[in-house]
């Protein structure tokens, strides 16, 4: 059985009552989640709070839920519009968290203590490559990108969370990956980045 079906079963034995089934769907999707509103906001304590604010809404929107799409769309969907709600709670935030505290981000994506320092450090640089080039992005393609590396979901899904046409999320799409790749040329080996460009 697909992931995605075995999520929308667990979804709908958490809606009957098993909290079980909400434990496993939490492990499952909560670092693809929290990477999403990290990436997406570029603040870690937005993205805690709106990480919370999503699990509460699927908590809220149990007994309503109907497997209408893939559980992972349903996810996303609440997310897109928790970020949506924080960008319109306070429209000076995007100038504000222009800052990112890039150490911060890469301590969850630090490579192994074994490895050498010089890896680390090149690790690291790369890390902040990417980043800053993803924080660059315009918001809808930066969702978009975000969507995509993150969960995996395609083109239609992308395009169901983010209430666009499949084409205008694909061009989205195809711009964010164009201007990474642009952005990255300079990055000290760009293949070796952990979200891997690529092509739409």
């Given at each position: 059985?697909?992931?995605?079906?075995?999520?929308?079963?667990?979804?709908?034995?958490?809606?009957?009552?098993?909290?079980?089934?909400?434990?496993?769907?939490?492990?499952?999707?909560?670092?693809?989640?929290?990477?999403?509103?990290?990436?997406?906001?570029?603040?870690?304590?937005?993205?805690?709070?709106?990480?919370?604010?999503?699990?509460?809404?699927?908590?809220?929107?149990?007994?309503?839920?109907?497997?209408?799409?893939?559980?992972?769309?349903?996810?996303?969907?609440?997310?897109?519009?928790?970020?949506?709600?924080?960008?319109?709670?306070?429209?000076?935030?995007?100038?504000?968290?222009?800052?990112?505290?890039?150490?911060?981000?890469?301590?969850?994506?630090?490579?192994?203590?074994?490895?050498?320092?010089?890896?680390?450090?090149?690790?690291?640089?790369?890390?902040?490559?990417?980043?800053?080039?993803?924080?660059?992005?315009?918001?809808?393609?930066?969702?978009?990108?975000?969507?995509?590396?993150?969960?995996?979901?395609?083109?239609?899904?992308?395009?169901?969370?983010?209430?666009?046409?499949?084409?205008?999320?694909?061009?989205?799409?195809?711009?964010?990956?164009?201007?990474?790749?642009?952005?990255l040329l300079d990055a000290p080996e760009p293949a070796a980045l952990s979200l891997h460009v690529r092509t739409?």
């Amino acid at each position: 059985m697909p992931v995605e079906d075995s999520d929308v079963e667990l979804m709908l034995r958490y809606r009957d009552g098993d909290a079980a089934a909400f434990a496993n769907l939490y492990a499952h999707h909560k670092g693809p989640l929290y990477r999403y509103l990290l990436r997406h906001v570029r603040n870690a304590g937005a993205a805690s709070d709106l990480f919370q604010e999503v699990w509460s809404r699927v908590i809220a929107n149990r007994a309503r839920y109907e497997p209408r799409a893939k559980f992972a769309t349903f996810l996303f969907h609440i997310a897109h519009n928790c970020a949506m709600d924080f960008f319109r709670r306070d429209l000076n935030s995007r100038d504000a968290l222009h800052a990112v505290d890039a150490e911060s981000v890469l301590r969850d994506a630090e490579a192994p203590e074994h490895q050498r320092p010089d890896r680390v450090a090149e690790f690291r640089e790369q890390q902040s490559a990417l980043l800053a080039a993803v924080a660059a992005l315009p918001q809808e393609q930066r969702e978009a990108f975000l969507l995509h590396e993150e969960t995996g979901l395609s083109i239609e899904d992308i395009a169901r969370i983010t209430n666009v046409p499949a084409e205008t999320a694909k061009s989205r799409l195809r711009y964010a990956v164009r201007k990474l790749k642009i952005s990255l040329l300079d990055a000290p080996e760009p293949a070796a980045l952990s979200l891997h460009v690529r092509t739409v």
